[in-house]
């Protein structure tokens, strides 16, 4: 049985993630975080084997903090690290398994493997672009997910991102040649996938060694 808690339960993420836990045979759902309800950091860590993080960054310290005390893994699908708040998630993996990742979806990490193949088979023959649509609140421009599709690709995309709306997640893209076009397109349905996507990471991290994974080491595997 995984025991896994939940930090930042009441945002629209978090409350997939208990819903998903809460019907898995095989996980627990050992505490759940809200500012506005249970918010004793030490019994998250305490009760937690894994927990599941989709708050914000300023939030992260002090989980990363509590959770090195009472050796607890994290899956973190939070964003809009800064340089500074990545480097102190890296520091913090060299004591406890960390996995993080910009987006959980299982169908964008796919994507990021066929990108890279993609890439290095068209080789420079192609140029690339990538075409990304979000919610008009989401705070980065580009988009974490729109980063790394880039970094798979060895940054070679232009990327144009887009704030309109209630869309929430859809990605585009083309190669394009002087003779041709290919094209690639995730969109993604429900916010229900992060969740499925962060259960799947927590269940694959259970009783790993310290270190910072991410999704393409579930793949990997």
Not at 66 to 71: L, R
Not at 95 to 106: E, G, K, Q, R, T
Not at 185 to 206: D, T, Y
């Amino acid at each position: 049985m995984y025991n896994i808690g939940v930090y930042g339960a009441n945002g629209r993420v978090g409350q997939y993630v208990i819903e998903v836990i809460s019907n898995d045979a095989k996980s627990n759902l050992s505490y759940s975080f809200s500012r506005d309800g249970n918010n004793d950091i030490t019994a998250l860590c305490q009760s937690s084997d894994i927990i599941i993080d989709f708050t914000l960054p300023a939030a992260t310290p002090i989980l990363l903090d509590t959770a090195i005390k009472h050796n607890t893994a994290i899956v973190s699908g939070v964003t809009g690290y800064t340089p500074a708040e990545y480097k102190l998630l890296a520091k913090t993996a060299q004591y406890i398994p960390i996995l993080h990742a910009a987006n959980m979806s299982i169908g964008i990490n796919l994507l990021n493997n066929l990108l890279a193949q993609t890439t290095d088979i068209l080789g420079d023959d192609f140029d690339i672009t990538i075409s990304e649509l979000h919610h008009r609140h989401k705070r980065d421009k580009p988009s974490a997910t729109a980063l790394a599709l880039n970094e798979s690709m060895h940054n070679k995309a232009e990327i144009a991102s887009l704030r309109a709306g209630g869309s929430f997640c859809e990605h585009e893209i083309k190669f394009l040649s002087q003779e041709e076009e290919i094209g690639l397109q995730h969109r993604i349905l429900s916010r229900k996938v992060f969740a499925e996507g962060a259960l799947k990471a927590a269940k694959w991290l259970h009783n790993k060694p310290a270190g910072l994974y991410n999704m393409q080491n579930i793949f990997d595997n």
